[in-house]
């Protein structure tokens, strides 16, 4: 495949295929994390909770498994190879979480709106990529590396298992696994049981395809010639990123997080096709549509201090067992129950 496409497009192609699985997950799997904190505390429904913890448990096994048989080394993973600022994980969850509320979904949820034929969706993005370019790039871009610096990990790689590890001599493949088989077990045996074969098998799918990030990027990295970013799927600069690159291709690099978000939304649309028929949608008030907006900038800002998103540290992160991960997972969570309970009942009540 390098021979044919070269490392660039092979890139690419990874991250859109394991994207198209991604955004039919979220059409014909209702995968999505806004929905899902929605239901446990308005609707005391956990299945699409436990469809998450079904893909966090499939990709924990085959990440860990792929390290165990030498497929990966997960230590080279962006999520563990460097040391991130606690207090970002913090602020920027609570951030990006509360802004996810107000937008009415996170960087995913809004690429699979827009697959649908969702306008909202497309300005959501527009701005939340902007803004988190901003934020890395841009005039802001000084802020993060001085307020929260990103430091290496040092010779004991950044996540729960590996440092488990250096303590206990435990092995974190052995950690990792485990898990996974219990997350795996226990989201299979609570899950709603009409619906517990659909959401099985697109958590599964989801899953894999946040495994087959890292896979695929090593092994590009270690069978071709430049050195490439171990990394999985996050939805936040890459929807920025891809945005530049239309603009200015000419001397840019094609990254996998472009190829993801494009997969997801060819996956969106070929799942909204199958569902219920692609069709336009507006915004009809406009205080909804300054709403949205300004929740697609706290999710900009809050996915860049926090180094990710909902999918990107509630999933890509945690299936790696990242320090921070379950920090921002927690962090984004209670940001977007307070978002909710804000525009259910206002801030009294939060």
Known sequence: MLDLIGEEGTVLLIGAAGGLALGLAARLGKLCTLGMIEDVHYGRDYGRMWMWVTALGTALIL?????????????????LSHRYSLLGAI???LLFGYGMAQAGNCGYGVLARLGGGDIRALMIAIVMGVTASAAIFGVLGGLRPMLFPIDDAGPVPNG???QLEALTGLSHTSVGLALGAAALLASIRFQTR???????FWGMVAGAAISSGFLGTYWVATSGFEAWP???????????????YAMFSSGLAPKFGMGSVVGVIVGSVIGSLIQDGFRWEACEDPRELRRQMGGAVAMGLGAVLAAGCSVGQGMSALSLLSVTAPV??????????????????GLEAV
Do not use: C, M
């Open 194 to 200: 009409g619906k517990r074969g659909v959401r099985v």
């Open 328 to 345: 921002v997972a927690a962090s984004i969570w209670v940001g977007a129950w307070i978002g909710l309970r804000h525009l259910i009942a």
């Open 91 to 93: 602020l920027g969850g």
């Open 160 to 162: 729960l298992a590996h």
């Open 63 to 79: 990440n860990f498994g792929a390290g165990a048989l030498g497929f990966v080394d997960l230590s080279q993973t962006l999520y």
């Open 230 to 244: 171990i990394a999985s799927h996050s939805f936040t600069a890459p929807i920025g990123e891809t945005i530049h």
